[in-house]
């Protein structure tokens, strides 16, 4: 093992001796990550200023008497223009369309005195309201005008026409919903944890792999540099190791400083939503989420060595590991949607995808020893078989000299 | 001492290079039954036109080809069934074998002695006596990649003897240097066969090879056609000088098969 350690003491010193590599493989990629979840959570909140900001231009037809009064009342923003009964509406329907006006209420002629005069049987009067629901301000304009003037509105009349308004509520359900809610808080912000985490970890253990072990490998390679330690009188077993270990190092450092800044990054691109994200996971499950990065780490190590061993340029060995690369986030992408039912434990066996399920269900506390320890299993197994090959091409004189 | 006995070397090649190669077939000979022996002491030299086997024959010394007939001892070890001793036993060096740029000599020194498992005072000692002959000294702590390419292959040649190998094995030595740098290494070469190691190196420069060898082998299509000393080659061609004894082996052994 001496050849192993002499080597991977080369790997780190390469990495952490080189200002730019540590900026390029650590630095960079967290900085633009978390820049862009904040320029997204601001873009946002600002958009959600502006459009509480606006005044909305709205255009009343036909507005029944006294509305002025409850418009006022209810505190409903905007900039009126009341129309009357014979205007035509085509040209602010227009500007709805294209955005320039945002709402268009009409009531029908004589809108009060068919409520007053109403009889069973006869026509129910009809309030139309013109919107453009692609438009922010005009959909935004609509739900409060509707919320704000009408709904109240619509009460008082009613409460006019039939007195009590519990004449006409037979029962209610659930008046105060947060006492009939059954729910488990620490599960329920689990789920939704559980449905992100192993989508993001998979993905991000596996890019960080990615740009370190193909440099690595069939950079030294192409380098010529690998070639000059195959003479050495190391095994190439030690070699092999030494790569692997190194790499696996590198791309575990990756992974959290990438797990790290997301934690810090998520609440600012959610916004509310992360107050509601809270977990606190137990040692054991902690353990368990670091066993399964680290098997997880392992294979993806082992495969995108074994491809940038075969590869004969960087080149090629990127396009190999792209397809890779998508693969591994479908697998995680499974998971978010895998929904209630449990999946049978012998699927937990299946590399990535098995690892993918653990988070999922250490987030939501209830992982069992005989899913966890399947899911490791097939994990490490695939790995070591791949390693094995990564050893056989070493010495490989046609993999590695292309004799 | 190396010992190469009956060793051939076939390639399998794939239909791209069956293609590059214009040939219809799927294997290539690139050595052909080569039985020689280099003692120590002496500089070897494999002299023979591009494509010959020479560069086969090395990697088969050197370990990293398997022959696929014969066998070859290095130091008595074999070298395919002992080659992390073989190693250990050589120094081997090619343009293709090139030392991480982003490294400065002095760390590859020390990287390659602990690989070979010297401790600090023994590398030290070696490296001041090696950095000092090639003149590396004042530029042992620049990365290799800020290096003028013979300064480069000066570093690769002291890195690769840091273990102070009983034989150095040299594919190509002066190959892309300067003629004042490819004058160092062949003066170190000659420095390294007066400490009684045996050194064999591959060229395709008659001048190298008359100057420099003190027992030449032609290779000529995979098949060592002619040894011995300049003196004797010349002698057993009945030529005046090795590029005439060169061409009239290549006229009798190139035109065979074809």
Redesign the interface.
């Known amino acids: 093992m001496r050849g192993a350690r002499e080597i991977i003491k080369k790997e780190l010193n390469r990495v952490f001796g080189d200002k730019k590599l540590i900026f390029s493989l650590f630095i960079l990629p967290v900085a633009l990550m978390v820049g862009m979840f904040f320029l997204m959570g601001n873009l946002s909140d600002k958009m959600e200023n502006d459009v509480d900001a606006h005044v909305p231009s709205v255009y009343i037809q036909n507005a029944p008497e006294g509305i002025e009064g409850v418009i006022e009342a209810s505190g409903f923003q905007g900039d009126i223009t009341y129309l009357k009964a014979g205007e035509n509406i085509d040209s602010i329907k227009d500007e709805i369309l294209n955005g320039s006006k945002d709402l268009l209420v009409s009531f029908d002629e004589g809108f009060m005195d068919a409520i007053k005069n109403y009889t069973e049987g006869s026509a129910i009067p009809e309030v139309k309201t013109y919107y453009n629901p692609s438009e922010e301000y005009s959909s935004t304009a609509r739900t409060n005008f509707v919320a704000m003037v009408l709904e109240p509105m619509k009460q008082s009349l009613l409460t006019n026409r039939i007195g009590n308004l519990d004449n006409i509520t037979i029962f209610n359900i659930d008046l105060k919903i947060e006492d009939s809610q059954l729910v488990d808080t620490q599960k329920a912000s689990g789920k939704a944890l559980g449905m992100m985490l192993p989508y993001f970890i998979t993905m991000l253990l596996f890019a960080g792999v990615m740009s370190i072990a193909v440099d690595a490998i069939t950079g030294e390679k192409e380098r010529g540099t690998l070639a000059s330690m195959l003479v050495s009188p190391v095994r190439r077993v030690d070699i092999v190791a030494g790569k692997l270990i190194s790499i696996s190092i590198l791309s575990s450092i990756s992974a959290i400083i990438y797990a790290i800044s997301m934690v810090f990054a998520l609440p600012k691109m959610m916004g509310e939503m992360s107050s509601e994200i809270s977990i606190s996971l137990s040692p054991v499950q902690i353990i368990q989420l670091i066993v399964i990065m680290l098997s997880l780490v392992f294979l993806y190590v082992s495969v995108v060595s074994i491809v940038s061993v075969y590869a004969k340029s960087m080149k090629e060995a990127n396009t190999y590991v792209t397809p890779m690369y998508i693969l591994v986030i479908v697998a995680g992408m499974i998971t978010m949607f895998s929904g209630n039912n449990t999946p049978d434990t012998m699927m937990f066996a299946i590399p990535v995808y098995g690892s993918a399920l653990c988070i999922q269900n250490i987030m939501e506390g209830e992982l069992l020893m005989s899913q966890f320890l399947p899911a490791i299993g097939g994990t490490v197994l695939l790995g070591i078989l791949i390693t094995a090959g990564i050893v056989k091409a070493f010495n490989s004189e046609k993999v590695m000299f292309n004799a | 001492m190396i010992e190469i006995n009956n060793l051939t070397k076939i390639?399998k090649l794939s239909k791209k290079q069956m293609q590059e190669q214009k040939t219809k077939k799927n294997m290539k000979k690139a050595a052909d039954h080569i039985t020689l022996t280099a003692k120590p002491g002496q500089i070897y030299g494999l002299l023979g036109p591009n494509g010959a086997g020479k560069t086969?024959t090395l990697?088969c010394v050197?370990?990293?080809?398997?022959p696929t007939e014969g066998d070859i001892k290095v130091c008595g070890f074999d070298t395919v069934k002992e080659g992390?001793?073989v190693?250990?036993n050589?120094?081997?060096l090619t343009n293709?074998?090139?030392?991480?740029?982003?490294?400065s000599a002095k760390?590859m020194f020390q990287?390659?002695g602990?690989?070979?498992?010297m401790n600090d005072a023994e590398i030290n000692e070696r490296r001041e006596k090696l950095f000092k002959y090639f003149g590396i000294t004042e530029f042992q702590d620049k990365k290799i990649e800020e290096l003028s390419t013979g300064m480069k292959q000066k570093a690769?040649i002291a890195?690769?003897l840091v273990h102070d190998p009983k034989v150095v094995i040299f594919d190509e030595p002066t190959n892309g240097l300067d003629i004042v740098t490819a004058r160092s290494v062949t003066d170190y070469l000659r420095v390294l066969r007066d400490e009684g190691k045996l050194v064999i190196i591959s060229t395709h420069i008659l001048s190298d090879a008359e100057k420099l060898c003190d027992n030449i082998g032609i290779i000529i299509k995979g098949k060592k056609v002619i040894e011995g000393t300049l003196q004797e080659i010349l002698t057993k061609t009945n030529t005046k000088d090795l590029e005439d004894a060169f061409f009239e082996l290549y006229k009798e052994y190139n035109m065979e098969e074809e």
């Open positions: 390639y086969t990697r050197a370990t990293l080809l398997k992390e001793k190693r250990d050589i120094a081997f293709e074998i090139k030392l991480d740029p982003h490294f760390y990287f390659f602990h690989l070979h498992g690769a890195v690769s």
